[in-house]
C-alpha cells in the first residue's frame, strides 16, 4: 500500500450516549496494523481534510475497522464525525503507528490494561488477540469513567466476547473486566489512580496489590491520568519501556506525552 490517505465507507453508527460513539469502516485488503495501534482519521470540511489521531478497537484478524470517539463540543473534527451515517467516507493514514503493543512487554503473569475514557479503545483490539492470552495467566482491563453510562462496550467485554465462537474459552477463563466509576454511585467508586493508592482496587477486585515481578502493565487516557499512572507504577518499581522496540514492564502511548 503506497499511499498516504485511503478512504473507507462507515458501515455501521452507534451512540452510547450524548457524549460517546463509535462508527465502523470497510477495511482495504491491504491495511495492516498490530493490536494496539493507532491511525489518523479524518473528513474534508469546507473541501479541507481534517484529521485526528484514533486508536483502533477492532482486532487485526477482524475485517472491518472500529473506532471509539468522544463528542468534543465545537470540535474541528468530531462536530462532523458524530454526524457520520452508514455510505458516508472517511480518511485513514495508511500507515498505523503507536506504542501500546505487547512486543514491547516483559514475560510476566499477570497483564493489567489501565484505561479512562476513550483510553479503552487499544485495549479492545488487545483483549480479542490470541497472543495476549498465550504469553499471560490473566489479562485484567481496567476501565475508569465519570458516569455509569460512560462504561461503554460494557456488554461486548461481559457477554459477547465470552461468548466469541473462536476466542470465547480463553477470554472466559482469562479476561476480567474492572470497571471504576467517579461521579455515581459505584462499586468501586473513584479514579483508578485513587484506587490504587488506597488499596481499595485491590481489595474490590479480590486480585492481590501489583506486583513488578509476575505484572505487566498498558496505560492509556488522558495526559493527567498517564502522568499519574506512570508515578504509581514507579514508584512500586516497575519500569517503564524506554522506546519502541525495547521491553519493558510497562508501556504507554507516546505519542500522546509531551
Known sequence: MNRVF????????????????????????????????FVMVGMKVQGKPIMRAYSIVSANHEEHLEFFSIKVPQGALTTHLKELNVGDEVYLSSKPVGSLVLDDLRCGERLFLFATGTGLAPFLSIVKDPETYERFETVHLVHGVRHVDDLAYREHLQVELPNHPYLGDMISRQLRYLPCVSREPFRPRGRITDLIQSGEFADSFEIGALDPVTDRAMICGSPEMLTDMRSILDGLSFESSPQQGVRGDYVFERAFVS
Open 6 to 37: 485511503i478512504n473507507e465507507e462507515v458501515e455501521w453508527v452507534h451512540h452510547w450516549n450524548d457524549r460517546l460513539f463509535s462508527f465502523r469502516t470497510s477495511r482495504d485488503p491491504g491495511f495492516r496494523f498490530r493490536n494496539g495501534n
